[in-house]
Every structure is written in C-alpha cells, then in structure tokens.
C-alpha cells in the first residue's frame, strides 16, 4: 500500500457525461501528478500540481481539468467524455515540487459506453 | 516514433533465471532514468531510478544506463515467480519538472516455477 488513496475505484458513465475523480496524496507530500493508462497509449503524465499550485503539464485534453485543494487532495475533473476515454487514471505524489520518485495509488477505472 | 521504446513481450523465464529488460529513447536531455513495476490491476510501484550514467544495483536489482547509446537495462537475477508483473521504464528531463514523466510501454515478464 503505497499510501495514496484514490475514489472511486471504478467508473461506468456514458458519452458526453462528465465525472470527477479524487486522489489524497500519502501524508506530508505536497506534489500530485495525474496519469491515464491505456492500452494503446501506454502511461501518460497528464498533470502535476504542488502545494496548490499547477507545475507542469502533459498531453492533458482541454476537455480535462484539474485542480488541488488547501488539504492538498486533488480532483480530476473529465468533461464531454467520449469513448476513447475509457481508461485507467493514476495519481502518484510525492513530498517535493520535482520528483522522479512518485507514490501510485490504486487507479480508477473509467468506463465510457 | 515515440521517445521511449519497450518491447511489450510477454517475456517468460523460468524460476531462478536471470530477466534482462531494456528500453531505448530518443531524448537526449532525458537525465533521470527509472523502472517501475506494475502488478495487475494496480499501480506503478518505483523499484529503483538512476542519474545519468551508469549502473546501480539493489538487492537482486541491476540498473545499467548507457546514454551513448540511449539505451537503458534492468536486470533481475534469481527470478521468483513472485517477479510476474509489467516492468515500465521511465525518463524524465528537466525542460518542464523532473516529475513529468514519460514511460515505456512496459514489458509483461512471467517468470514460470
């Protein structure tokens, strides 16, 4: 258990939905990084945010917005949700602002019919 | 072409041989280089990363980067079937954040008792 928790576990929506998915980062990290995971792309950085503030950004659909809170839990909101983005999200964290050694939570599996 | 090539396998070994992964890039401003290990249907776990050049071993765990080449290894001895899982490698440069990411494909290893 890597110590960083991830809700919900799984997802089914429907196309043109919109969802939002949550990460808590392990006790005293500051950084959170979202990734998505799919079978033809691979892992993919999406996003990172420390301390509030966004760091650095990936491939990130405009569709898709994040955002991390005082408590420093971030959410991953996902809009106008089309069939190719049925995929696994990752958030990893870590303490400092720039880190290779990054903590993953469990994912959430997002399914779009 | 993508910047980090990994063969997908599956790789399979039997118990107590020695698993040799590799990866290749394209980036050369890539100066952090790290393997991950994903078990099925959870996420990445860090099994060791290395700065620049070089080699560095952990346990049954050898890293070897030849940035000459552009080719990195990681190297498992005395498999167990225990090490049955997808192996990501990942580099990052620091043009954004060291934190940003880019992962092989990830190569499925099985490792038979």
């Known amino acids: 258990d890597s110590g960083v928790t991830q809700t919900p576990k799984h997802l089914i929506t429907a196309t043109g939905q919109r969802v939002t998915l949550r990460c808590s980062p392990r006790?005293?990290?500051?950084?959170v990084y979202w990734y998505q995971q799919s079978l033809d792309q691979g892992l993919q950085f999406l996003i990172q945010?420390?301390?509030?503030?966004?760091?650095a950004k990936g491939n990130i659909l405009e569709r898709f917005s994040a955002q991390q809170f005082p408590d420093l839990h971030s959410e991953l909101n996902l809009s106008s949700l089309e069939l190719g983005d049925s995929a696994l999200y990752f958030c990893?964290?870590?303490?400092?602002?720039?880190?290779?050694?990054?903590?993953f939570g469990p994912g959430t599996r997002l399914t779009v019919l | 072409q993508k910047e980090v090539e990994q063969d997908p396998g599956p790789l399979s070994v039997p118990e107590g041989a020695i698993v040799s992964l590799n990866c290749t890039y394209s980036?050369?401003?890539?100066?952090?280089f790290m393997w991950y290990r994903q078990y099925s249907r959870k996420g990445p776990e860090l099994l060791m990363y290395?700065?620049?050049?070089g080699n560095k071993e952990d346990g049954r765990f050898t890293a070897q980067v030849d940035k000459s080449s552009k080719y990195i290894s990681l190297f498992i001895r005395d498999s167990q079937p225990s090490d049955s899982a997808t192996y990501l490698c990942?580099?990052?440069?620091?043009?954004?954040?060291?934190?940003?990411?880019?992962f092989g494909a990830g190569t499925q290893v099985v490792v038979t008792p």
């Open positions: 290395t700065y620049s050049s």
């Open positions: 945010y420390y301390n509030g503030e966004e760091r």
């Open positions: 006790s005293g990290d500051l950084s």
């Open positions: 980036n050369s401003a890539f100066q952090y």
């Open positions: 990893a964290s870590s303490v400092a602002g720039e880190s290779v050694e990054q903590f």
């Open positions: 990942a580099m990052s440069a620091p043009t954004d954040s060291w934190g940003k990411l880019q």
